[in-house]
């Protein structure tokens, strides 16, 4: 068994991990290196209660600091890996250190995609991925004059939500529909009458020639055909792109992400990559793909610390995926997962309160439930493809 | 302040004071006490935060339609006096509370 475990990354899916490994009875080092200052965190309140204020920087702790020195995880975070060695098996820290290690964990998660847009650098444009993000996007969105969304995804659309609360906003999306990528048009329209009920503009199949500013700060968004959209504040959120850099500079085979086989190892037997990262052959989608969830994140960290503490974890990786999203008041959740092209049947749905089940098909079968306010048929949902995915 | 005793699915006991506000469920992670995963955040989505309420001095709200869905799905079983951690506020809801935590969460 190895003696040392190092994590690289300390979000939901390295605490996690380095977390489970303790619990399962791991006696060795663990260090879990977090390139932000802050204590490590969760990020899904960010662009909910924790931007709305409800919550507060306590709040988003993943554990409390002293929990770390009490199980013994070398947690350090400021600090970034500048190289892995892989021969060698150590990898050198941002201040010089090096650490070697038996075992590897990439859990080096996603950042924002960004925007090549002329005027994206100026103040008042914003991505949301981080506390600071958040900090500095609840003060733009308090001032006066509206706001502009660029890309209408879950998390866009979760703080448009919000900032309808404040003040004019508009989302801007290239595509014929918002959540198009990740939603039947059943449950996507359903989310974009609701949001349009709040008052949010939404204009989908757009163009952008630019975003204008004044003093180096955001004053509009200008649209392909000339039109000027007035905003005092511009949120980007495009989509992310995998930190796989450090895994490709060391050798590893990266392709939109750190490439895994189906138990979540890379192309080095010593070397996983988890959560955001992680493109791997999901069970459920039958390609190989990677998936940003909470769920992904820590299902994979217990996996793989199962693993390495030679636990029963079966010889795939086969959790079944789940997600959610608050859009508005209303509670979007999504078992299993659907591409594109499968079909879709809907269930139910009544729009006064908001209820929806859409059943995702692929071959005839059920591979995904999108529901909207409806708990109890996600849930049952997730029971149903945890039976599929054990056959 | 109201306090929170957790009782282990082994049978060892810890009473942790819990500031007004906090949920049984935040207050087990903020305090290291093992056997909470709550990996949802509190929103009521994941059920991994079961707890089974033995005694106490308070009036809990009422079982939402929500949580009633999740405790059908905990990884150990529900029973009577399941409720989510999440759910149950310190102050808002109770004085004191104890809670026994099943074996599993995940």
């Given at each position: 068994m190895p003696d040392s475990i190092v994590i690289i990354g300390a979000g939901q899916a390295g605490v996690t991990a380095a977390v489970t490994l303790r619990e399962r009875g791991w006696e060795g080092e663990i260090h879990l290196i977090g390139e932000e200052s802050a204590a490590p965190y969760q990020?899904?309140?960010?662009?909910k209660g924790y931007l709305s204020g409800a919550e507060s920087s306590d709040d988003l702790?993943?554990?409390?600091?002293?929990l770390f020195e009490r199980d013994q995880i070398q947690l350090r975070t400021g600090v970034s890996v500048r190289r892995v060695d892989r021969e060698a098996r150590t990898v050198e820290l941002s201040g010089g250190e090096v650490l070697a290690y038996d075992a590897l964990i990439f859990a080096t998660g996603s950042a924002p995609r960004a925007l090549t847009l002329p005027g994206a650098e100026l103040d008042g444009v914003h991505v949301i991925r981080t506390v600071q993000d958040a900090d500095s996007l609840r003060q733009s969105l308090h001032r006066a004059g509206g706001s502009v969304f660029i890309g209408g995804g879950f998390l866009g659309l979760e703080v448009a939500a919000q900032a309808a609360k404040l003040g004019s906003v508009t989302v801007l999306e290239?595509?014929?529909?918002?959540l198009g990528r990740v939603l039947s048009r059943e449950s996507a329209s359903a989310i974009s009458a609701y949001l349009e009920s709040l008052g949010i503009n939404i204009r989908c199949g757009v163009q952008l020639r630019e975003i204008e500013g004044d003093v180096g700060s955001v004053s509009a968004v200008v649209l392909g055909d000339g039109e000027r959209i007035p905003a005092s504040s511009v949120v980007v959120s495009i989509g992310a792109v995998p930190r796989d850099e450090l895994a490709s500079e060391c050798g590893l085979e990266v392709n939109g992400g750190i490439v895994v086989d189906s138990g979540l190892r890379t192309s080095d037997e010593m070397i996983f990559a988890i959560g955001d990262c992680a493109k791997y052959p999901s069970l459920f989608a039958g390609i190989d793909m990677r998936v940003e969830s909470v769920q992904n994140a820590t299902d994979q960290a217990r996996y793989v610390a199962s693993v390495l503490t030679g636990g029963d974890h079966g010889p795939r990786y086969s959790a079944v995926p789940w997600f959610w999203s608050h859009q508005g008041e209303r509670k979007l959740q999504i078992a299993g997962i659907a591409l594109p092209d499968d079909e879709a049947r809907l269930v139910e749905h009544d729009t006064e309160s908001g209820k929806l089940v859409v059943e995702r098909l692929r071959g005839g079968d059920v591979v995904a439930v999108e529901t909207i306010n409806a708990a109890g048929a996600h849930m049952k949902a997730r029971r149903l493809l945890a039976e599929m995915g054990a056959r | 302040m109201p306090t929170i005793t957790y009782i282990h699915s082994g049978g060892s006991e810890e009473s942790i004071e819990a500031e007004a506000g906090t949920s049984v469920m935040r207050t087990a992670i903020l305090n290291g006490v093992?056997?909470?995963?709550g990996e949802c955040g509190g929103q009521a989505m994941c059920a991994t935060c079961h707890v089974f309420v033995r005694s106490v001095d308070g009036e809990l709200p009422e079982i939402s339609d929500d949580e009633d869905e999740m405790l059908d799905c905990t990884a150990d079983e529900r029973q009577g006096e399941s409720r989510l951690g999440c759910q149950l506020r310190a102050g808002d809801h109770f004085e004191s509370i104890t809670v026994v935590l099943p074996e599993r969460q995940v």
């Open positions: 990020r899904p309140p960010l662009s702790l993943l554990r409390a600091g002293h290239l595509a014929p529909q918002i | 093992d056997g909470i995963v």
